[in-house]
Each structure stands twice: as structure tokens, then as C-alpha cells.
DNA sequence: TGGATATCTGCACGCGTGTGCACAAATGGG
DNA sequence: CCCATTTGTGCACACGCGTGCAGATATCCA
């Protein structure tokens, strides 16, 4: 509890004077498999906490050209399914003793790349893109340097970076069998002008399905992935005469609004004139207001597989792994007709 | 576009023999401020682009003992308001060439100590904490190594660290005020079990100011900081005779769970039956289904103070600043008799 | 052209660590 | 008691960078 010490940190000197050993000593005392007599571990740690003494995780990342850090590279922050993914990267990440850097970015490349230098200044082991597509030539340049790229629900298929990913398609067929066995006849999918792959895939796979079943459906894109986007394709639709039955919205967010519009602008009924499945199973789809019937991204296995690729011995690139949605049967369509 | 090059990163020494100069020009090329004539400026850069150099900000902060890393340390990542606040400072952060290093934290003071040592562990150079309050000592030893600690709408008035809050008290008494011209009879106060400075601080003013006009006030707290809370609060209150025909829920989370419960299991209509005021303004509480009357945290303009507390020249400790919530009129209060 | 001045460059050191290597000390076995 | 073996320690170097200092080169003025 020396409190007059001088205003900056303490270094690994210090404490081995105090102790009366070697700074090698210091040293060890603090590496995991180093060998040090535990007389001297015992000094050792008794001096440093007398001067308060943290390890210099800059100095060390030096030596071992690698930092513990792990870059989070994100956009959208505020969305509940982003959050989650925030979230749930995070803890795992703590768990196995690697510090998350976060970099919020908006959507476009410029940006995105701009997030990716700033991770190789850190020497960041990995980079996890969770919302905006880096351009393929950063992507080299992180691997030229030894560090992994992992994108999330972003399925580019940049060479070399890793990619996680949900599995729309499953999804997406399942949503129009619910909608067809709940005895629905005019079919719309509710979309976003994001153009994502996900987005886009969920959008096709649904279509191909209701061809397949000689159904037609309409395609809905109105501005970004949000609220307010939901609300402004419900009026869309149901402005003009006999608008959908039964709606596919390719995220939580965007059915949400879709159903305020269409309950309070439009008084219809939820399900008995209009169902809505969703897609990620956000917090809010449960609440009581809404009760969407949705699919579950499986957002904590998911983190668990990226925390996992940072095991030691795992350096391997396994290019693409799908996660199984879960789906979540709620009260926003209704009981197969029998 | 070297393809072939050795799995590591690249220094500056590469470059240096790359373009035909030595090291000390690479270095001072990318330092501001360096005298470096523009022949070699412009032989370095393009060496450097070659190459895919980039300078190692660890070794940078090494010698300036700064980092210009800045820690958060948050927990309950994925609940609205909380997302909000670390969207908006990474942004702001960003904005000033500091990298933010989130930290996710169970509330409890063990996991936030932890999470302390790590930002010393990175020499960051300050530490923004978002929810659970660390214990002194910890402070104390951030502060001794010249780190700086910043706490938000935690006012524990921890000596050193620099507080700064939104307005619990014009919120919670004009809360009061507009149930009172609502012409509520019985109040409410929703709260949870956490028990925060801030929660209990409009808790506290809100039943004073209801004391002064003479009015009782029944005080609600179930559960953590939550939407299923807020349910549990109205089943409780709702549950036995003569329930509250306006409420004060100190968090529009709780608000929302309250209005759905008490409008889906107790056919209670809002504003007729029950008025409700949230705190907070988060982005669920404008939807259609809520249109809550509630209090906006200045989330922007706080984290743009945050920011400035780390502009050049402001090492000074201001010790508090609070910021006026702005009131915002939205559906769930009824209008004023008149 | 010569000298004074401004501009640029390289050398060498230090930042706080981890670690190979040589050596000292302790331990064990006969 | 001596030697072989294990265990612990210190020295010195390296990691990639910024920067003071001295020297080199360029620029300017008379």
C-alpha cells in the first residue's frame, strides 16, 4: 500500500529489486510451466503486490506476436440479434483468456477495411466480421500475416477466412410449409434492402419453395433491417387491395413492425387474417405482444464454435460450418387447419 | 503483393531494407510531426504497401506507456439501453483514434475487480464502467498507475474516479407530476431488486415527491432489471384488489412488461385504466404496440462527454456531471384532465 | 565561392517482457 | 565422500518501435 509512488505503472524491475532476486525471476513467476522455487514465487508475488504490479500484456503480445486480442468488427450494434452475438463472443472469449476489441463500423467496405488495419496494428489473433463485407484484399493481407478472419452469417466464400453461418435454407422451407399448412393463400416475404447473403438466401429458398408448390409470392424490400422498415412494407402491401395472408419476414425485427402496422393501421388479426413467421428469435419476439413464431439462431453454439477455433492445436481452416436453426412455435400462426 | 512471404507479420526493419533507408525513417514516417524529407516519404510508403506493413501498436504503446486502448466494462450487453450506451462510445471512441476493449462482467464486484486488472494488464488508458461498481481498492490502483476511471449512472462518489449520470430527480419528480395531472389516484413504483444508485434514486424521489402532495406510494420490486419483471410486478400488484391506476416503472424495460401484462392477463386498458411513465426512451418504447411516455437518457451527448474527457490536454478530474433527461409524450399517459 | 543555417538521416539506446544458455546450488545414490 | 543428476537462478539477447544526438547534406545569402 505504498501510496506515494510515482504516477506510472510498475515494471517487472522494480518488483525483483524489492524482492531481492532477478528480474528472470519476476519473470517466471508470472509464466505459466516456467520453474521457479516456491520460496522465490513466494517473494516474488508478495513484492508485487505491495507495488501492485500487472504484467505487461503489451510487452509480452511483443515477444510472442500475439496478443490475446480478438477483434469483434461490427455494425448495427443496437439490434437485439447483434447484441446477443456481442454478448455471447464476449464471455467465451473471456473464458479462454482472450480480451475482446470491439469496432463499430457502418455497413460499407470503406469502413470495414478501415476496422481490419486497425486489428493487424493490434496484432489481434483473429478478426470476427459479424456485419459488413471486407473486401477480399484485406482478407489476404490479415492471412499473409498469420492472423484468421472468421465471418459470421456472412457467407462470401472469401477464400481463406472462415466462415460460420446459419442455415437459412432449412429455415426458409420450413417457414413456407408453416404458412401452407396453416391454410394461408396469398404469400409475401418481408425483406430489407440490406441484400445480405442471409437476407437474400432466406428470401430465394422461401420463393423456390412456394414455386415448387405452384404458390405465388410477393417480395417486399423496404430500406434498412429495422423496425420502421416492417411498418413501412406492411403499408405497402395492405394499402392496396387484398394484400397477404401470410408473411415470411426474414428477421424478428422487420415482423415486429410488420405486425404493429398490420394490427394497428390496418386492424387485421394475428394469426386469423395474417401469420408472420420471423427469423433469429430475439428477446422481444416472446413478449406478449407479439409471440412470434420464429427460428432460433443458435446464437450461444455458435460463439461457442468461434471460441473453440481458438483453442491451442486448432489452427486448421475448416472453411464453412452450418448451424441448425431452431424452430419456435409461438401464437403468430395459426394451428394447421385439420 | 508479395505472395510468397513468411506466415508473420512485417516490420519496419523489412521495409527500411526494402526501400534503401534505414530504420529510423521507416519510424518516423509514420509518426506525426516527424522531419522526413518527401523522397524518402514517399520510397518508405511504397515499400511499406508492398510489403503490407503495418505499425505495431503494441510496441508503440510500449514506449508511451499508453495505449490508446479504452476499456468498458459492462454487463447485461444485450438489454437495450446498455447496447446503446457501447454503440455510442465505441463510435465516439473511435472518432478520437482510441480503440475500445469491451469487457462483459456478471454485475457482482468480483467479476468487475477481474475485469480491472485486465485493463492494467493493457495499459489502457482509461476505463469506462458501465454497470456493477468495483470495489475502492481497485480504483486506488488504477489510479496509481495514472489510468483513469470513468463511472456511468453508478454514482458510488468512489474518491478519483470521474462520475457522470443522467438526472434521476427532474426525471422521477415530473414523473410524479404528470401521473398527478393524469389524475391517478393510486401510484405505483416498479422497480427491481438490483438495487442500483440510480433505481433507487427515483424510486426515492419519485415517492418523496408524492409524500409532499400527500399521496401514498406502493414500491414494487421482483426480480433483476427485466421485461419478465415487469410481468411478475403486475401480477403481483394486479393479483389482489384495487391495483394502481398509474405507475412509474424506473425502467422502460419493466414499463413494457408491465403494460403487457397488465393489458393481456388483466384486460387493463392504457392510458383509461392505467397510466404508465418508463425511464430510459429506449427503441421498443416508440413502437406501435407501447407508445410509452418516458424519460430519455442523453446517451449521445454522454458519450461525446466521455469522449472529451480523453482529448489532449484534460487530465483534469471533474469528479460529476449529471445530464437532463429529456421528457418524452408519447400514448400511455392519459392527456391532462381538464 | 565560402560560410552560416536549415533540413534530413543514421546510430544507438531504451521501453517491459520471455527465454536459451551457462552456471550455481541442491539433491540423491553408491 | 564423491560424482551424477535435478532444480533453480542470473545474464544477456531479442521483440518492434520512438527519439535524442551527432553528423551529413542541402539551401541560402553575401
Redesign the interface.
Known amino acids: 500500500m505504498n501510496?506515494a509512488?510515482s504516477?506510472?505503472?510498475?515494471s517487472a524491475q522494480m518488483v525483483a529489486e524489492r524482492a531481492g532476486v532477478s528480474r528472470s525471476a519476476v519473470s517466471r513467476t508470472f509464466t505459466d510451466g516456467a520453474s521457479v522455487s516456491e520460496a522465490t514465487r513466494r517473494k516474488v508475488l508478495s513484492a508485487a503486490s505491495e507495488l501492485?504490479y500487472?504484467?505487461?500484456?503489451?510487452?509480452r503480445?511483443?515477444i510472442h506476436?500475439r496478443?490475446n486480442?480478438v477483434c469483434l468488427v461490427v455494425s448495427d450494434?443496437?439490434t437485439?440479434i447483434r447484441?446477443?452475438m456481442?454478448?455471447a463472443l464476449?464471455?467465451r472469449l473471456?473464458a479462454i483468456d482472450k480480451?475482446?476489441?470491439?469496432?463499430?463500423t457502418e455497413s460499407d467496405t470503406e469502413s470495414v477495411s478501415a476496422a481490419l488495419?486497425?486489428t493487424?496494428?493490434?496484432?489481434a489473433e483473429a478478426t470476427v466480421v459479424l456485419s459488413g463485407t471486407p473486401p477480399a484484399s484485406i482478407i489476404e493481407?490479415c492471412m499473409?500475416?498469420?492472423q484468421r478472419v472468421v465471418l459470421i452469417n456472412r457467407d462470401d466464400h472469401l477464400s481463406g477466412s472462415e466462415n460460420i453461418a446459419v442455415d437459412n435454407q432449412v429455415a426458409a422451407r420450413e417457414a413456407f410449409f408453416l404458412l401452407q399448412r396453416a391454410g394461408c393463400r396469398r404469400l409475401a416475404v418481408i425483406s430489407s434492402e440490406a441484400r445480405t447473403a442471409s437476407l437474400l438466401e432466406r428470401e430465394r429458398v422461401f420463393t423456390a419453395a412456394a414455386d415448387a408448390a405452384g404458390m405465388a409470392v410477393s417480395v417486399t424490400r423496404a430500406g434498412p433491417t429495422s423496425?420502421a422498415s416492417g411498418?413501412e412494407a406492411a403499408r405497402r402491401l395492405f394499402g392496396r387491395s387484398s394484400g397477404p395472408d401470410g408473411a415470411f419476414c426474414v428477421t424478428d425485427l422487420l415482423a415486429?413492425?410488420f405486425m404493429?402496422?398490420a394490427?394497428?393501421?390496418f386492424g387485421l388479426r394475428i394469426p386469423e387474417d395474417l401469420c408472420v413467421v420471423g427469423f433469429d428469435d430475439i428477446?422481444?419476439a416472446n413478449?406478449?405482444?407479439?409471440r412470434l413464431t420464429t427460428f432460433a439462431q443458435p446464437v450461444e453454439r455458435m460463439a461457442d464454435h468461434v471460441a473453440s477455433l481458438f483453442e491451442p492445436g486448432n489452427s486448421g481452416v475448416s472453411e464453412r460450418r452450418t448451424f441448425e436453426p431452431t424452430p419456435v412455435w409461438r401464437r403468430s400462426v395459426r394451428p394447421t387447419a385439420s
Open positions: 501510496e509512488r504516477r506510472s505503472f510498475v501492485g500487472h504484467v505487461n500484456h503489451l510487452a503480445g511483443l506476436d496478443s486480442i450494434l443496437t437485439a447484441a446477443r456481442v454478448d464476449t464471455r473471456q480480451v475482446a476489441m470491439v469496432i463499430n488495419r486497425q493487424l496494428h493490434y496484432r493481407t499473409a500475416n498469420g423496425y411498418i415486429i413492425g404493429d402496422a394490427r394497428h393501421e428477446e422481444q413478449w406478449e405482444s407479439y
